[in-house]
């Protein structure tokens, strides 16, 4: 249904806004009353009342000075301003937009007039004749439904003939395969006649190139690969029978002229033990050969498919209206452009998919992604992220930094890169809370290439001063941003002897950062990351005379995919501790916390007072357990590991150490002349 428009909106043209603030109404309550009739007022209404607050819209409409505006808009002008914002193709980190302000946006001295400000942006339709002058697009399942495939054509080609860093990383040529993909059937052959089927990809006669899938499974996943239907999935694999992810995965890798696509579920034996973990190992060469990976990021359910998108509808939000173009805004030369378009502007979040533990690995490791985000289609290569509304983010800096960057970088740097990923892939869900390894593998053995040491339930032993100092967000910076740590959860899909659905499992070790589920952390400051390496400062070694944290057999390889117990043997200073009711109220340096004294030097009765008369406290630590409402344990124990930190202990009945917790040295004196003892830490 065509857009209902005011006189003002229907005779507006991006030209005549471009650069300059034009006189869009009196007031802002000029502005409501006509919302109520056109739709153009009322898109700009809308997102006036989602940018701006309640405080200052209120202001505005009493012809007020907001309490938050700058003096120098003090001016009595309270008139509605539009102006435009126009950049060339490909050369900005924002859409073209237009601006609404109450007082002129940009005066004589800056911008300094305005009272209340927000923005829309501005898109044109594909092989229109503004389509060649404004970048932005817009695709949903109402607009422009298959432009993501032009989208995609067009990105890819450019990112292949023009990105230097992308072709190195991903060289043009035939590149190594994984074990079996799907073939999605000749091009050249009618619809009709095309046969989609499982190959394997040594009966190929060269390497091809190929898609690669990243998505939520969901409940949705249908027809899977097993033995028993391998033979049947090799002559045909009925597209009827699966999920309406892997079947618009199939379309698209035809729409981009490839011929071959992986999926897991259908490359992959399902309940195949060897194949399965054979198989997850190879997943840095599965997304790093492939020509392109296609993330259905906008999807949590691969029943549900990826391409539509309803975000307007989902959101309820005011459908896009039109404007007049007018010339070139920047020369101002040529015809009249047609209708550009109005829309509020879209987000980048990727959505879903960047909640799950397996996507992060297979997001990390793709060169070349084509991501159907929550509200638009995207473009990430090494060289930059292109946006469907014309946004361009060439800031690669996080790329470059990462594990899978070209250059991983030196050991201090890959150690560095290794915390800061886990902080991102901690966060993330697993439906199989044993995958906490297999899904990181990958990576793991990047890592393990610069490291060159053992890898101990997701801890390098180079660095197991660090390593086992992991920390809560939670409980250490802001409990209302973050959840705390959770015990990891047995599946209810996947039945494993001995576990309960939903009960806890026993993943990893207590020591290690895989012993929990939630978001934790490392201090990567690196301009304090010698007080991890200074003998000095670090209060607890290996016993093994060989420097060997553990002299357990066959440990050490970073693609071992399940290591639920591990032993570490150490030397260092315990002292046996006691909670006090003390809790310490969280200050800019130190989370809230649980005050703790030594049980040797804590008194049995009331602390004898000081001379001023106040009493004397005797903590030696500030406490923070990892499961905070749990009991606390029978025993507690403090592990100095490094000077001004250490780990909280419980000692089980057979003399063994586990982690219960960290702590913050509140009083080092009381480490000071206690011997170091063996400590057996499982």
């Known amino acids: 249904m065509a857009s209902v428009l005011c006189h003002k909106c229907s005779t507006l043209r991006f030209y005549d806004l471009f650069n300059d603030d034009v006189v869009f109404h009196p007031d802002l309550n000029a502005l409501v009353q006509s919302a109520k009739k056109c739709d153009g007022c009322n898109l700009w209404w809308t997102q006036v009342q989602r940018d701006c607050s309640k405080e200052d819209i209120a202001a505005c409409l009493a012809k007020k000075l907001p309490a938050n505006a700058p003096k120098s808009s003090n001016n009595g002008d309270f008139n509605i301003y539009l102006r435009g914002e126009w950049h060339p193709a490909g050369t900005a980190s924002v859409p073209d937009q237009i601006w609404l302000s109450c007082g002129v946006l940009v005066s004589a001295v800056g911008h300094d007039a305005t009272k209340l400000q927000t923005h829309l942006a501005v898109f044109a339709d594909p092989a229109t004749p503004a389509g060649a002058l404004f970048a932005g697009r817009y695709t949903t399942s109402a607009r422009n439904p298959e432009y993501y495939a032009t989208f995609a054509k067009g990105t890819l080609k450019a990112c292949r003939k023009t990105h230097g860093v992308c072709n190195q990383a991903s060289p043009p040529g035939p590149r190594q395969m994984p074990t079996r993909v799907i073939d999605v059937g000749d091009q050249a052959l009618p619809a009709a006649k095309r046969i989609t089927r499982i190959v394997?990809?040594?009966?190929?006669?060269?390497?091809?190139?190929?898609?690669?899938?990243?998505?939520?499974?969901?409940?949705?996943?249908?027809?899977?690969?097993?033995?028993?239907?391998?033979?049947?999935?090799?002559?045909?694999?009925?597209?009827?029978?699966?999920?309406?992810?892997?079947t618009e995965a199939i379309d698209l890798t035809r729409l981009l002229g490839i011929r071959y696509l992986w999926i897991d579920a259908l490359c992959i034996i399902q309940k195949n033990k060897e194949d399965w973990e054979s198989e997850s190992k190879r997943m840095a060469s599965v997304y790093g050969n492939a020509e392109l990976t296609i993330i259905a990021g906008r999807s949590a359910d691969s029943g549900l498919g990826f391409v539509a998108?309803?975000?307007?509808?989902?959101?309820?939000?005011?459908?896009?209206?039109?404007?007049?173009?007018?010339?070139?805004?920047?020369?101002?030369?040529g015809p009249d452009l047609g209708s550009v378009y109005l829309t509020i502007q879209r987000g980048k979040?990727?959505?879903?998919?960047?909640?799950?533990?397996?996507?992060?690995?297979?997001?990390?490791?793709?060169?070349?992604s084509l991501i159907f985000g929550e509200d638009q289609v995207a473009y990430q290569c090494r060289s930059h992220t292109r946006y469907e509304d014309g946004c361009v983010d060439v800031d690669t800096s996080k790329r470059e930094q990462s594990l899978t960057s070209l250059n991983p970088g030196t050991k201090p740097e890959v150690l560095r890169r290794w915390y800061q990923m886990l902080?991102?892939?901690?966060?993330?869900?697993?439906?199989?809370?044993?995958?906490?390894?297999?899904?990181?593998?990958?990576?793991?053995?990047?890592?393990h290439g610069v490291l060159k040491t053992r890898y101990l339930a997701g801890i390098w032993e180079c660095d197991m001063p660090r390593g086992l100092l992991w920390k809560s967000r939670w409980s250490y910076t802001s409990r209302k941003h973050f959840l705390p740590i959770e015990k990891p959860l047995a599946s209810p899909w996947t039945k494993r002897d001995g576990e309960t659905p939903g009960k806890p499992v026993i993943r990893a070790p207590s020591w290690s950062w895989a012993h929990v589920t939630g978001e934790v952390f490392w201090d990567t400051n690196p301009r304090i990351e010698s007080k991890w390496?200074?003998?000095?400062?670090?209060?607890?070694?290996?016993?093994?005379?060989?420097?060997?944290?553990?002299?357990?057999?066959?440990?050490?390889?970073?693609?071992?995919?399940?290591?639920?117990?591990?032993?570490?043997?150490?030397?260092?200073?315990?002292?046996?501790?006691?909670?006090?009711?003390v809790l310490k109220k969280r200050t800019p340096l130190t989370p809230e916390g649980i005050m703790m004294e030594s049980i040797k030097s804590a008194p049995s009765a009331e602390p004898a007072p000081a001379p001023s008369g106040t009493p004397k406290p005797n903590y030696i630590a500030l406490g923070y357990f990892d499961f905070p409402s749990d009991p606390r344990p029978a025993n507690i124990w403090c592990l100095l590991v490094v000077a001004h930190e250490g780990l909280l202990l419980t000692r089980d009945g057979k003399g063994k150490f586990h982690r219960v917790g960290w702590f913050a040295v509140q009083d080092g004196k009381q480490f000071d002349g206690v011997k170091d003892m063996a400590v057996d830490l499982v």
């Open 423 to 447: 902080n991102s892939f901690t966060p993330r869900a697993l439906t199989e809370p044993h995958d906490i390894f297999p899904c990181i593998v990958s990576v793991a053995m990047i890592a």
């Open 309 to 333: 998108n309803d975000y307007l509808t989902t959101k309820k939000l005011p459908k896009p209206v039109p404007m007049k173009a007018g010339p070139n805004p920047h020369t101002g030369d």
């Open 349 to 368: 979040s990727v959505g879903p998919v960047d909640t799950r533990g397996w996507c992060f690995q297979e997001a990390l490791l793709s060169n070349r």
């Open 200 to 246: 394997l990809t040594k009966d190929l006669k060269q390497p091809q190139p190929y898609t690669a899938l990243s998505y939520c499974w969901g409940k949705g996943t249908q027809a899977m690969l097993y033995d028993k239907n391998l033979a049947d999935f090799t002559k045909i694999l009925p597209e009827s029978e699966l999920s309406k992810t892997h």
């Open 533 to 581: 390496i200074d003998v000095k400062n670090v209060h607890i070694q290996p016993r093994d005379q060989k420097g060997l944290w553990t002299t357990a057999k066959g440990v050490g390889n970073p693609d071992v995919l399940y290591m639920p117990a591990l032993e570490l043997q150490m030397l260092g200073k315990v002292v046996q501790v006691r909670c006090t009711n």
